[in-house]
């Protein structure tokens, strides 16, 4: 979940009739959870390795029920709103940080990439369902009803996701061997996930070399102390060159996957450059979303197959060749006064057409990749603090778009802001081609 999808312009219409609030202090709630998102990735590492994945979850699960019924109470008090803002944003900097980390050491490695990447499907499912439901509730319902479903639905879902970890999920495999020397325990939870004897061996003979475990301690029963101390280990990922490396890499892709800015410049063009009505916003936007899904889906099944630096390479091409297309015929449209009716529908067609390859080749790329790429840049006593900080650059990078990005095309206009992002996708794409591993995957296997 993102934390600054929940102040989307359907939304944003019903907070301003509300709470009778300024575009500004919209902007600041949006702000607001995006700083608390960092704050949330960074004490989800630490937690990660102290309470387990599972429980660090099932904790993110309960702040994304506690913020969003206070957003549902918040129909009067813009206070509440920003606390509640602040609340689903630490949700999210833990959200973030470990479910990639949980699926990968659940999954075996032939699948690894896909279900890593199908988090992205669902978020996009997610998105959808929610921007169809908001479109119903605003039009059918008062405004403070509508506010209070919009919020009140999510806050249903975090209730159910949180007894779904508690009843149906296992604990971490690497918080049961380090910190509870269940190796046993471990064992039995990889046979489950269909993992082959070769790997299971692996598996096991890395956990116990990060954490420190001696060859006998293999007791499926026995609870031990903690086979390794949990503490920070921000020195080890300056001081060691390859972690550093993979920090330099997995840090860039996140400030790369935001700065793309995909999300700011759909609605930027959606609004002010295309100029639908209500109607057509809402098919212009259930077709890019329609985009989004498929090609999400399509990369899910793609990155174990041809692996992970071909599309994010074709991803960050195909993103930037769609920018330069969708700025060609802004050209047309700033001078509509000189295009017949007809002219000037061909040219928005052509212009929507564009977006929705942006939003398919991002999705081909950085949209998937990124988190498959994060829960395995690092080795098990590294990755859920690497990640950590990833996840903080990732919510920087948002903020400071969320923040530039008006002024940004008040100044350069929408088409130098789509000519600047194509720049910014032919550097990311060279990035990724002198930086990311050539293999299919960096240490876990």
């Known amino acids: 979940m993102n934390s600054a999808d929940s102040v989307t312009p359907l939304v944003a219409n019903l907070l301003r009739r509300n709470l009778h609030v300024a575009d500004y202090q919209l902007t600041l709630a949006v702000v607001a959870a995006n700083i608390a998102a960092m704050g949330g990735a960074l004490v989800a590492g630490i937690a990660c390795d102290y309470l387990g994945r599972k429980r660090t979850l099932t904790a993110s699960g309960v702040m994304f029920l506690v913020g969003n019924l206070m957003k549902v109470l918040a129909t009067s008090s813009y206070s509440l709103l920003v606390v509640g803002q ?239 297309l969708f700025g060609l015929p802004l050209v047309a449209i700033q001078a509509s006064a000189e295009l017949s009716n007809l002219a000037e529908y061909a040219v928005k067609t052509v212009a929507l057409l564009a977006m929705m390859g942006i939003m398919g080749a991002f999705e081909v790329g950085l949209g998937t990749v990124t988190w498959t790429i994060t829960s395995e840049a690092f080795g098990y006593r590294f990755r859920a603090q690497g990640a950590s900080i990833a996840v903080l650059l990732n919510r920087a990078a948002e903020t400071v778009l969320v923040v530039t990005f008006a002024p940004l095309c008040g100044w350069i206009g929408i088409t130098g802001a789509s000519v600047l992002f194509c720049v910014v996708m032919a550097a990311g794409f060279g990035f990724c081609y002198f930086f990311v591993e050539k293999k299919d995957t960096f240490v876990l296997e």
């Open 86 to 324: 602040v609340a689903t944003g630490v949700a999210t900097g833990f959200s973030l940080t470990v479910a990639p980390l949980f699926i990968a050491e659940l999954i075996p490695s032939k699948n690894r990439g896909l279900y890593t990447a199908l988090t992205e499907v669902l978020y996009n499912l997610g998105i959808t369902f929610s921007y169809i439901l908001n479109n119903v509730i605003s039009a059918d319902f008062p405004s403070d009803v509508a506010q209070r479903v919009t919020y009140g639905l999510p806050a249903f879902l975090s209730l159910m996701f949180v007894f779904e970890l508690l009843l149906l999920l296992p604990e971490s495999l690497y918080w049961l061997i380090a910190n509870r020397g269940l190796i046993g325990d471990a064992i039995e939870i990889m046979k489950d996930s269909e993992r082959g004897l070769g790997e299971i061996d692996y598996v096991i003979r890395q956990m116990r070399l990060e954490a420190n475990i001696p060859r006998q301690r293999t007791n499926r029963n026995q609870r031990t102390a903690p086979a390794t101390q949990v503490r920070l280990l921000w020195k080890e990922f300056i001081g060691q060159g390859p972690i550093r490396r993979n920090l330099m890499i997995v840090g860039g892709i996140h400030i790369l996957r935001q700065s793309s800015g995909v999300g700011a410049f759909k609605m930027e063009s959606l609004l002010v450059v295309l100029d639908f009505s209500r109607s057509g916003m809402f098919i212009a936007n259930l077709m890019i979303l329609a985009v989004r899904i498929f090609y999400a889906s399509l990369s899910s099944w793609l990155v174990d197959r041809i692996g992970r630096r071909i599309l994010l390479l074709s991803g960050c091409l195909s993103t930037g060749a769609f920018y330069l």
